[in-house]
């Protein structure tokens, strides 16, 4: 039943039902604050974003959009698609706050860059990420529903309505261009 209740919700929040919105987001806080730590898992220790503030962050910026959510699945992958876009902005932030921010930047010597920081991973798969979506779309939600978002195999095929085959194929894809992409 609370499957069913959850997909009606989410149906109706995207419709513009606020009352709904209020219903659903403690019914779904859970999962949504999983999703997040799996991420996390695999960041850096001195990340200092936190789960629970990215799922504050991501609810607010979902509510703000006035997005109509089809359905459960096609919530989880907008979801997805803006956890990603929340961490890729974070860390964004956390690399011009460490190169100075806003104040002017003078090169006193000539040495090799350090090495990246919290942050900078995010950001060149964010890039690689956007040359794949150029290139195939659904491969490039594969790896935001499977990376960013967690999503266990099932879960991801539902949500972008492929089979799981074509899912582990396209994941397949994905890791290896990436790492292919990604080499130092």
């Known amino acids: 039943m609370a499957s069913q209740e959850i997909t009606e919700l989410i149906r109706l929040w995207g419709q513009g039902d606020r009352e709904a919105a209020n219903r659903l987001f403690p019914m779904i806080y859970e999962e949504l604050r999983r999703m997040a730590h799996r991420y996390f898992r695999r960041e850096e220790p001195q990340n200092t974003l936190q789960a ?3 799922v504050h962050d991501l609810y607010l910026k979902l509510s703000s959009q006035g ?3 089809k359905d459960r699945n096609h919530f989880y992958t ?3 698609r803006q956890m990603r876009r929340l961490l890729i902005d ?7 706050d460490k190169r100075g921010g ?8 000539q040495e090799p ?10 950001l060149a798969l964010d890039e690689a990420l956007t040359v794949l979506e150029s290139l195939d779309l659904r491969v490039a939600r594969v790896v935001e529903l499977r990376y960013f978002a967690g999503l266990t195999e099932k879960d991801a095929a539902e949500a972008l309505d492929i089979s799981v085959a074509t899912l582990k194929r396209d994941w397949e894809f994905a ?9 130092p």
């Open 52 to 54: 629970t503030a990215l």
């Open 67 to 69: 997005l109509n959510f």
């Open 78 to 80: 907008l979801a997805a």
């Open 90 to 96: 974070h860390a964004r932030a956390a690399k011009a």
């Open 102 to 109: 806003e104040m002017a930047r003078v090169e006193l010597v």
């Open 113 to 122: 860059a350090a090495s990246a920081g919290p942050g900078f991973e995010a």
């Open 175 to 183: 890791q290896a261009w990436l790492r292919v992409r990604l080499r």
